[in-house]
T-cell receptor, first 111, second 115 residues
């Protein structure tokens, strides 16, 4: 069983739509959570952190539900440039300071 | 800004051949990492170096060795390549503990094919 699971998609949405991705994690001791964005054939880049109280950055909102062990990413007013793979990332608080990546959810925004 | 630089970007090997992937960062980061990315598997940590002079195994270390040559450079070696090591390899660095900022800075990746 994967420690961080995501629906691989693809999610095909029209421009202007609102789309949400969920990610579940198995380790209840996980301490911190992040979303990364990866464009096709490029390296991943940090999109945003996910705080317990939820956080918003422009059109992007991230939320954490510790009780159910999932995090979510909501994208409002989708743009063509939002087309990418979104990676859910968890730091499990181990001594090795390692981040565990989900397999990613692919988003395709159509005109 | 160069950030994290990996070489080579592409490599084709025959089974049993050896090679070294080079990585250098110019951000004065303490920690460096090697990941591999396979379709549907996400990025999996091979080895990491929390600071100069230390290296530790990650999730999938078998078949690999690493060297933290100095603070800037962290190399990954395949001693006897196998087809199962066909993948995209990413080097990354972080300033400090990723549990705090979660920010890894990645190189552009090295695409390795083992025939």
């Amino acid at each position: 069983r994967k420690e961080v699971e995501q629906d691989p998609g693809p999610f095909n949405v029209p421009e202007g739509a609102t789309v949400a991705f969920n990610c579940t994690y198995s380790n209840s001791a996980s301490q911190s959570f992040f979303w990364y964005r990866q464009d096709c054939r490029k390296e991943p880049k940090l999109l945003m952190s996910v705080y317990s109280s939820g956080n918003e950055d422009g059109r992007f909102t991230a939320q954490l539900n510790r009780a159910s062990q999932y995090i979510s990413l909501l994208i409002r007013d989708s743009k063509l440039s939002d087309s990418a793979t979104y990676l859910c990332v968890v730091n499990e608080g181990n001594a090795g300071n390692m981040l565990t990546f989900g397999g990613g959810t692919r988003l395709m925004v159509k005109p | 800004n160069a950030g994290v630089t990996q070489t080579p970007k592409f490599q084709v090997l025959k089974t049993g051949q050896s090679m070294t992937l080079q990585c250098a960062q110019d951000m004065n980061h303490n920690s460096m990492y090697w990941y591999r990315q396979d379709p549907g598997m996400g990025l999996r940590l091979i080895y990491y170096s929390a600071s100069e002079g230390t290296t530790d195994k990650g999730e999938v270390p078998n078949g690999y060795n690493v060297s933290r040559l100095n603070k800037r450079e962290f190399s990954l070696r395949l001693e006897s390549a196998a087809p199962s090591q066909t993948s995209v390899y990413f080097c990354a660095s972080s300033e400090g503990p990723t549990r705090v900022t979660g920010e890894l800075f990645f190189g552009e990746g090295s695409r390795l094919t083992v025939l």
